[in-house]
């Protein structure tokens, strides 16, 4: 019967389990104290932690649950990385530790809930950090997305082009509007016709022949009524002559 020490130890193990998003699973063995304290304190630098487990407790505290799939990894000296959602930078520093230590080793993990072997983990290792892959990611979403939008805005952005043009030629058409400057138009309005102008200033009346006729034929009359008053004239001067005589 298993003493109350295991069932708790048991219990913490699959509560480090259950709490984690990325497990890494490590063949260790072959280091110094002072390697394996340098190794915790890099593991942590990146946001995970180091445990180091018995194997059969590790079994039995995995028994029913997601992770039971890693009890196949539990082969010899090994520990195990508890990481976040993103195991690339942890993963990564692994694989650096890793070289010159040919009993350190990755032997796989359960990342995204995928089983992964020791290369499958040395590859997400080489990935770009989360943060890079989002950006990549909506990046290649927004490229179609672009596409779409200049393609439905092409037309519309034409067709703007063309009725610009239009009003464009149909204004250079149009002739230009005369200026009247206010000094000129006085000047204009006060100035007579050009008719008027050669006319002169009066205008000779039609000649009245008839009238002309008539006074020719007076002509002779009035020259004996100029006969008579002379005559008239001359008597009264020779009256007084004849008193005297």
Known sequence: MPSQEKKDKVRQIRKWFD????????????????????????????????????NTLTRIALSGSPHERLTELLEGPVAVVFAGPDPTPVARALRDFARGRKQFYMLGGLVSERLLDG??????????????????????????????????????????????????????????????????????????????AQAGPETAEPIDEAGVAAAEDESPQAEEAEEAEKAVEAGEEQAPGDEQS
């Open 19 to 54: 709490g984690a998003e990325s497990v890494l699973v490590l063949h260790y063995s072959g280091l110094r104290v002072s390697e394996a304290n340098d190794l915790r304190g890099i593991v942590g630098q990146n946001g995970a932690e180091l445990r180091v487990l018995k």
């Open 119 to 196: 290369r499958q983990v040395e590859a997400v290792a080489t990935l770009p950090a989360r943060e890079v892959l989002l950006a990549q990611m909506a990046g290649v979403m927004q490229a179609p997305l672009a596409k779409i939008v200049s393609a439905v805005v092409a037309p519309a952005r034409k067709m703007l082009g063309l009725f610009q043009a239009l009003a464009d030629k149909k204004t250079a058409a149009e002739p230009a509007p005369v200026e009247v400057v206010p000094e000129q138009v006085a000047p204009a309005l006060e100035a007579p016709p050009a008719e008027e």
